[in-house]
């Protein structure tokens, strides 16, 4: 038995803000505005674990009125949501995300953005597929005022756990 989510993200460009995508802080002269550290990668990768839980979205568990998650570390609340996520039984088995963004270039941040979140996600790096493109200059994304992340997760049940009784059978 498998179950499949979907996410998706988008934020905005402003100047004064650090760039952090997948947990990693990418040299570029705009970050991206938000409540939280504006992480999309870790944003859309955190909707797509809990609808396949349906176990509701980013917004519902950590709402952006709440001041405890201003500026918040997005792989945290990652972290937390996976837990979230296992905690009805169901563990990650992989995911893929699309990083859309015009400038600045991602391709050479994609192998630290996977180390981090299989780190942050205890899995392999091979369960987790991360890749970069451009909007071939269109609309928003295009125009550079922002990017967007789509991501697809599976989860797998989480093996039973042994209990003092099936350890003596
Ligand atoms: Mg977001």
């Not at 609340?77 to 963004?101: N, S």
Request: proline share 7%.
């Amino acid at each position: 038995m498998i179950r499949v989510g979907t996410g998706y993200d988008s934020h905005r460009f402003a100047e004064g803000r650090p760039l952090i995508l997948g947990g990693i802080t990418i040299p570029h002269d705009r970050g991206l505005t938000g409540h939280s550290d504006a992480d999309a990668v870790a944003h859309a990768l955190t909707d797509a674990i809990l609808g396949a839980a349906a176990a509701g979205d980013i917004g519902r568990l950590f709402p952006d009125t709440d001041p405890a998650h201003k500026d918040a570390d997005s792989m945290r609340l990652l972290e937390e949501a996976h837990r979230v996520v296992q905690a009805t039984g169901w563990t990650l088995f992989q995911c893929d995300i699309t990083v859309i963004a015009q400038a600045p270039k991602l391709a050479p941040h994609v192998p630290d953005m996977t180390a981090r979140l299989a780190e942050v996600l205890q899995v392999q790096q091979g369960q987790v597929s991360v890749k970069a493109k451009t909007n071939e200059g269109m609309g928003f994304i295009g125009r550079g005022e922002g990017i967007a992340v789509l991501a697809a997760a599976t989860l797998v049940p989480l093996p039973p756990r042994s209990t003092p009784s099936s350890s003596l059978a």
